[in-house]
């Protein structure tokens, strides 16, 4: 397919443009059938320009900020001013808390360089740091360590239709913040049943890591799949009905041999000739003879 002109600029690092364009270069040209294609990233991979061009390139997004890599969401940035404050202030947090507990050069060792910290000094300083705050006491949704990082800056909103200057919904706030987009808000209400139990939780896992749904609508499917199970009746009343219709262990006088219906149609079949039906022609002119 054409190639617009800015198309390969959407990538600021040298590596990344130089790779799309050979893989585009590659994959319109050089590939014959569906393995020459699978093959495309290995050879890439293995050119030795574009390996010394990955080992000085920046960063993407992905490795600082794992939410892509782990939906698969491409559509997502951050401001580096952001981020440089984020450890700007986790840096000053330490440093005030090193300086509480008083830790200077004269508690140096024998024969270490360096001063030393007990083990409860090293908690103190690590517990003030921003990213290992507790959630809970910031959203009672996620009470695990380290759940919420910095705000996607990914331009949002649209321009000339009836949705132009409305605000964005609570779950979108809350999602553009989100490391993993994990669906816990709806794990705590899991049927009873084990069986039904099972099959939510195996959904779950499924949904947290689909794409193409929008999270909305995993939350929806979630609950009702939870509510479906719910109404029903336990799962060991289904068991039973279908063990008595198709059991699994058959004992000894329980199988009986059958025929197919062709078998049966066809046992003791004759022929019976029509009284209205003509004689074949050889027949009749025998008894001319």
Not at 66 to 73: D, K
Request: proline share 6%; glycine share 4%; with cysteine.
């Amino acid at each position: 397919r054409p190639v617009l002109v800015n198309e390969l600029t959407d990538h600021e690092n040298p590596y990344c443009m130089k790779r799309e364009a050979l893989r585009r270069l590659v994959l319109h040209a050089c590939t014959r059938n569906c393995l020459d294609e699978t093959l495309t990233d290995t050879l890439l991979d293995r050119r030795a320009d574009l390996q010394r061009l990955r080992s000085k390139a920046r960063l993407p997004p992905e490795v600082l900020e794992p939410l892509a890599a782990f939906v698969g969401i491409t559509r997502f940035s951050f401001d580096r001013r952001a981020r440089l404050n984020q450890k700007v202030t986790a840096v000053q947090h330490a440093l005030r808390q090193i300086s509480l507990d008083g830790v200077n050069t004269a508690e140096l060792a024998e024969g270490q360089d360096e001063p030393t910290m007990d083990a409860e000094k090293v908690e103190a300083v690590l517990s003030v740091l921003p990213e290992n705050f507790p959630s809970d006491a910031l959203h009672p949704h996620h009470p695990f360590r380290n759940h919420f990082g910095f705000e996607s800056s990914v331009p949002y909103g649209v321009v000339g239709s009836i949705s132009m200057g409305k605000g964005r919904k609570k779950i979108e706030k809350e999602l553009a913040r989100l490391r993993y987009p994990t669906l816990q808000r709806v794990a705590h209400s899991l049927p009873k049943d084990l069986k039904y139990r099972e099959s939510v939780a195996h959904a779950i896992r499924v949904l947290e890591r689909s794409r193409g749904w929008d999270f909305e609508s995993k939350v929806k499917a979630v609950n009702a799949l939870v509510e479906v199970w719910n109404r029903l009746a336990p799962g060991r009343t289904y068991e039973k009905i279908l063990n008595h219709a198709f059991p699994v262990f058959r004992g000894r006088g329980m199988v009986k041999k059958t025929r197919s219906r062709a078998a049966v149609f066809n046992k003791g079949l004759k022929y019976i000739r029509s009284l209205t039906t003509q004689k074949p022609l050889h027949a009749r002119l025998q008894k001319k003879k």
